[in-house]
Structure formats: structure tokens, C-alpha cells
């Protein structure tokens, strides 16, 4: 009978006897056997055991893949390969799931999509699951044929006397596949790291607790090279890692290598804590290398067991870095060096640089400007919509490149025009990063452009009402002579009488109004002597005073020792009556008029007095705090026949006269007003030369 048939005949306590003996035969032939060696012969004994045609042990597959893998696999007909075998709807995953499962026969009708079913028609199916020490599932045990099993109870037996024994060896198998991954993986790590890695043995422990020099002491005697990798042994000029194995630290970075030593120290003092350092070593054109040492001491049981240290050369880094420094710096100093506003900005408007051009354009301090934004109190409120296009985020470098005339805002004073051309600067990822403006101060030329536009309209007119003074006044001698002549020839109780004393009194104003007009057009007959408008001003007090009344406050500012100037006194106090009154009339209400004296120095392109020569002048100021003028009144308010005043309270010529008599005079008039806040009237004269005081 065969042995399968005797068996299954015999009674149970008999088939306990016969499993028993098979699995210790079983395990006799396993007892020599380990890792790979175990599960080759486990799973052929198996197959043997089970009369199955086929037995593997698989593992579980790491990471996401929802699988197992075979570490061994029998085949009674062939040799098979191992395989990797997906669990869903597979006997595994039922294996895994209870802890073991068995199919007596249409195993491959059962699981119609697992494919080592399939491609060996298996019939019965027996597994077991192998867990780990912590209960977790590791892989399985199974045995499949081609014929049904015929013992269920045999074979569930013998997978469950060497499931503990598989799930071992397997449980050893990760481990030791964990240690050799981790080795290869801190192996190739090591070797193929472009910083210099070493790593510094001691033939014997160094205690922490001996001294400092005792401790480096022994670190160079008992220390040597045990492991690094070729960018350290390039490092120290050799070519290749296993050069390098044994040789002493000395050998390498000497005793007297002060700067070794030092870390050494250091590190001593940290414990051994992991510290970097950086040092320049010097190549062999004596140029500096920029090198990172780390290194971190290895210490149990208060000794020093080993010391690793990387040490990473950041040359080219450095250097690029230096070189960026270097660029920057000298870009900022060209800012700095050229006699032009400059500025960088970057997109938030923060200004990272000001030259001090710009600082003394805008009359501001560095720490003024690390508290004020650009957008917020430089410029005026109304152009900030060109620079925030300006620096608007994901804008190109081109498009950041422009040319445009703007203002700049001063704490105090008038704005200031300036053009601006503005660079894109790139930043690391070769978009927009800041931008550069490079300005010019062009206040001084806009005032003067202003002027001389204005000089050239009142000279136009001038000329123009000079002629028309002339030809009136030839006009106006017939009419005079004529009616004067008349006049002796009719007497008093002739009706024709108060007439012509009508004709005379007219052509008496009209010549009035023809003075005026010459006055304007800078061609009246003038007698200048050298005077002091402190002494014009004081005989012409109680004349000013009659002109403002009592509800206006009367304010004098005369500067002592104020320099002569050389003018007509006559026409200088008839254009000073002409501001007092013109003043009156700006102050219906009442108000406050002050008339004030000051010496001058003109500089070189000062923006306040753009058409006046550098040197001395005298100023003469007449202000009030009355109504005020608009922009476009001041543009016509010296031209004859202009005025703000009301239909027949005034001719127009006031201030046209004014504006004759200064100029005729070698100096300037100017105007400052905001309607609601007052004028001021300034006239400035060349000062006499040489200038005493008065």
C-alpha cells in the first residue's frame, strides 16, 4: 500500500504519530540550513512532504505596491523563476487574511485572474500566513497542485510546524536586506558626494575628561584615516580614496596647522558637537579657496570613539559671490559718484539706495528714507499711477526702461521738476527686480523756459504799447496845444468853455496813461543814483501808512545794513505805491501787509531766481494775506490792461508799470500766490559794486 494510502487509512491518534514523524524528518534535513539555503529547502521538502507539484514562500512587497514576491519556489516539472504576484482576488489574499486558507480542488476556477494559477492549471491550494515578532504580516508559506489535496489536515499541519521557523528567517532576511540597503546606500553616499568626506579612527578611546592638550595630543597620535572618499583624497593631492586608508592626521593637516588645532579646541570644548567653520587656504598662485569644514565627534561612555569631518570647497561660490558684491558696489559707487539724483526701488516702492545728489535734491535724510515710501511722500500724489506701471510685478526688463519728467516733494520749498529715466535691474531669475532712476534737476530750466516765454510776451506787448504811447502822444500835443491855445482865445462866460476844459483834463490823463504805457515798455526817462530802499521805504511810511488804513496791520522787515543798490528813488517808491495799493485791494476786510528788505547771493543755477546772474542783489518784498491769485492770473498779471478787480476799480496798469520799472531797472519781479493765501510781490535789484552797508 502506498504510504499516502496508509495514511489516510490509519486512525487519528496514528495520523498525529505519522505528521510528527514527518515533520522531524523534515526538519532534520532543514536543521543546516539558513537565510536563502532554508527557504530553497523548505519549500522543495514541502512540495515533497505534500505530494504537490508545486511550494514558494513569498514575502510581502515593500512600499505602495499591493503585492507579494517569491524568495523561493519549487517545481516538481521545472525549475521556476520567482515571481512577483499582485494580491487581489488571489488564495493570498485570503491566506493573509485568515491566517490560512486551503482549496481542495478548483482553485483555478476560483481565482480565475491569478495568473500562477492559471498558467500551471493548479487544482488544490494550501497557504499559511508568516508573521513577524510584533505580529505583523510578513509573507506567506503555500504549497498548490495540479491534482485536489487529499489530506487538508497534513498539510495544514506541516505549514504550522515550519511557519514559525519561515516568518524567522524571513524577519532575519529584511533585516539583514535593511542593513545591506542601508550600507550600500550610505556607501554610495560616501564615494560619490562631491564634498571631501574622512572619517578619523583611534586606535584606542580618548577620554573627555583628560585635558585639551592631552586630548589633541592623542587625537594625532592615535588617530588615523579609516574611511573617505575621492573628493578628499583629490583634496589632499591623491587620486584615488584607498591611497589615503591608514595614513595619519598629521600627515595631512599637520600639528603646526594653527587653524585645525583651533577647531580641535573648539570642538573639545562643545563636546564634540557638530560645528563649521569656514578657512582659505591658499592654491598654489597664492590665491585664496574658500573651504567649510564640519566635523562631529562619535562619543560614548565619556571617550571619543571617531571623528567624521566634510569639508566643502564653496571657491566658486565665493568668488561669484565676492564678484556680485563687487559689481554691486561698484554700480551703487557710479550712483553715488555722478552729480545726478539716482535711486533703485524695488517693486514695492521701498528705497534700497539714494545718492546724496537725490538726498540734498529732496532735502531728506537716510533715515528719512526708512521711514517714507516712494509712492507714499516723495512724489507728488498724482504720479504715482506712472511709477506703480513703473514697478508693476511680472513686467520684463525692457518694458521697466522709460523716459518721463516728474517732481520730487521737499519738506519745505516748491517741488522740484526732474527727468527720469528708469532701468529694469534683473534679479536671480533673470526677471524684474528693482528698478534704477537716474534723474536731472530741470526746476532751474522750466522756471527760466517760464520766464522767458513770459519776458518775451511782455516785451512783445511792451514794444507794442511803447509804439502806441508815441503815436498817441504826438496825437495828444496837437490836442493839448491846440486846446490850450483855444482856451486863452474864449473867455470865461463863453459856452463853449467848461467843453474845452474838458478836452484839456482828458488829454492831461491820457498823457497819464502814456507814461504808464512807456513805463511798462522800459523806455521812460529814468535818473538813477545809488540809494539804500531801507531810506525809500522809511521817507515813504506815512504815504504807505494813508494808503492801507487803519484796518490793515502794517508790518516793517527791513534788514540792517542792507547793501546799495543802483536806482531811480522817484520810480522805485511810484512802483512800491503801486504794490501797497494793490495789496490794499486783495484785503477788502482787513488783513496784514508786510513789507521787508533783504540782502541776496545768487548762485550758480539757483532754481528760485533762474534768469538772475550769480552775484549780490537787494530784495524788496511787499506780501499780504489776502485773496490770492490763480494760476492762470499770475501768468497775465503784469500785462497792461489786466486785472482782477471788478469793472471800474481799475485801469490794469498798476503792475505793468511795476514790472516796467524793475526791469528798466537791471532786476526781477516775481509773484507768488495761492488763491485763499495771500501774494507776495518780490522785486530784486542788483546790489551796487562794491556793496557797503548802509
Known amino acids: ?134 505580529g505583523q504580516p510578513l509573507g506567506i508559506l503555500a504549497i498548490a497542485s495540479r491534482q485536489r489535496l487529499t489530506d487538508i489536515r497534513l498539510v495544514r499541519s506541516l505549514l504550522e510546524t515550519f511557519a514559525p521557523r519561515a516568518a524567522a528567517e524571513l524577519e532575519q532576511k529584511r533585516a539583514d536586506d535593511a542593513r545591506r540597503e542601508n550600507l550600500e546606500r550610505y556607501r554610495a553616499f560616501i564615494a560619490n558626494n562631491s564634498d571631501a568626506m574622512w572619517r578619523i579612527e583611534f586606535s584606542e578611546p580618548i577620554p573627555l575628561s583628560l585635558g585639551e592638550d592631552e586630548q589633541i595630543d592623542r587625537i594625532y597620535r592615535l588617530g588615523y584615516i579609516a574611511e573617505c572618499n575621492d573628493a578628499f583624497a583629490r583634496l589632499a593631492g591623491f587620486e584615488r580614496a584607498e591611497q589615503m586608508l591608514g595614513t595619519s592626521i598629521d600627515s595631512f593637516v599637520p600639528r603646526t596647522n594653527e587653524q585645525f588645532v583651533g577647531e580641535l579646541r573648539a570642538a573639545i570644548r562643545s563636546g564634540f558637537r557638530s560645528g563649521t567653520v569656514q578657512f582659505t587656504p591658499l592654491d598654489p ?51 553715488e559718484g555722478v552729480q545726478l539724483p539716482a535711486i533703485i526701488l524695488d517693486l514695492q516702492g521701498t528705497i534700497t539706495f539714494a545718492n546724496r545728489c537725490f538726498l540734498g535734491l529732496a532735502q531728506r535724510t537716510r533715515e528719512d528714507l526708512t521711514s517714507l515710501g516712494w509712492l507714499s511722500g516723495i512724489i507728488p500724489a498724482e504720479e504715482s499711477t506712472i511709477w506703480k506701471s513703473i514697478l508693476q510685478p511680472g513686467r520684463s526688463v525692457q518694458e521697466a526702461t522709460t523716459h518721463f519728467e516728474g517732481a520730487i516733494v521737499r519738506p519745505d520749498g516748491p517741488h522740484h521738476v526732474v527727468e527720469w529715466s528708469t532701468i529694469g535691474l534683473r534679479d536671480p531669475q533673470e526677471g524684474l527686480g528693482a528698478i534704477a532712476a537716474i534723474g536731472r534737476d530741470a526746476t532751474r530750466e ?51 468853455r467848461s467843453g474845452l476844459a474838458e478836452i484839456e483834463d482828458a488829454a492831461k490823463l491820457c498823457t497819464s496813461i502814456t507814461g504808464q504805457l512807456l513805463a511798462f515798455g522800459r523806455k ?104 490770492g491769485l490763480s494760476e492762470e492770473a499770475k501768468l497775465h498779471v503784469f500785462e497792461p490792461f489786466f486785472t482782477t478787480k471788478a469793472a471800474g476799480k481799475g485801469t490794469g496798469f498798476g503792475l505793468a508799470t511795476v514790472y516796467g520799472i524793475v526791469t528798466q531797472s537791471g532786476g526781477q519781479i516775481l509773484v507768488c500766490s495761492e488763491p485763499g493765501k495771500g501774494t507776495t510781490f518780490e522785486i530784486v535789484l542788483p546790489a551796487a559794486s562794491p556793496s557797503p552797508a548802509a
Request: proline share 5%; glycine share 6%; with cysteine.
Open 446 to 496: 522750466r522756471a527760466l523756459e517760464m520766464e522767458i516765454r513770459q519776458a518775451q510776451k511782455l516785451d512783445s506787448i511792451g514794444r507794442l504799447a511803447t509804439g502806441l504811447a508815441h503815436d498817441f502822444n504826438n496825437l495828444l500835443t496837437v490836442i493839448a496845444g491846440r486846446t490850450t491855445e483855444l482856451l486863452r482865445q474864449t473867455s470865461e462866460s463863453h459856452p463853449h
Open 1 to 134: 500500500m502506498p504510504e499516502e494510502a496508509k495514511v489516510a487509512a490509519a486512525s487519528p491518534s496514528h495520523l498525529k504519530d505519522a505528521h510528527r514523524r514527518l515533520a522531524l524528518e523534515i526538519a532534520q534535513g532543514l536543521s543546516a540550513t539558513l537565510g536563502r539555503d532554508f527557504f530553497r529547502s523548505v519549500v522543495r521538502h514541502m512540495a515533497a512532504a505534500c505530494h504537490a507539484d508545486y511550494a514558494y514562500l513569498a514575502e510581502l512587497s515593500e512600499g505602495p505596491r499591493n503585492a507579494v514576491r517569491t524568495v523561493a519556489v519549487y517545481g516538481k516539472q521545472s525549475d521556476l523563476r520567482d515571481f512577483e504576484q499582485p494580491l487581489a482576488a488571489t488564495p493570498v489574499e485570503r491566506v493573509l487574511e485568515d491566517g490560512f486558507f486551503a482549496c481542495r480542488r478548483h482553485t483555478e476556477q476560483n481565482f480565475p485572474s491569478d495568473t500562477f494559477l492559471q498558467s500551471f492549471a493548479v487544482e488544490g491550494y494550501a497557504g499559511i500566513r508568516l508573521s513577524d515578532s510584533a
Open 524 to 627: 521812460q526817462h529814468l535818473n538813477p543814483e545809488f540809494i539804500v530802499l531801507n531810506t525809500v521805504i522809511a521817507s515813504a511810511e506815512p504815504l504807505i501808512r494813508g494808503f492801507t488804513g487803519a484796518a490793515i496791520e502794517l508790518h516793517f522787515d527791513l534788514q540792517p545794513s542792507l547793501w546799495r543798490t543802483y536806482a531811480d528813488p522817484a520810480q522805485i517808491l511810484r512802483a512800491l505805491a503801486n504794490l501797497v495799493t494793490n495789496a490794499r485791494d486783495a484785503m477788502p476786510n482787513g488783513g496784514t501787509l508786510t513789507i521787508a528788505t533783504a540782502n541776496l547771493v545768487v548762485q550758480a543755477q539757483d532754481p528760485e531766481h533762474p534768469a538772475l546772474k550769480p552775484g549780490n542783489y537787494v530784495r524788496l518784498s511787499v506780501a499780504d494775506s489776502g485773496v
Open 285 to 335: 598662485e597664492g590665491r585664496p579657496l574658500y573651504r567649510l569644514r564640519t566635523h562631529v565627534g562619535i562619543v560614548e561612555n565619556g571617550a571619543l570613539l571617531r571623528i567624521w569631518i566634510t569639508t566643502r570647497d564653496i571657491t566658486r561660490l565665493r568668488r561669484a559671490e565676492l564678484s556680485l558684491a563687487a559689481s554691486e558696489r561698484r554700480f551703487r559707487e557710479v550712483l
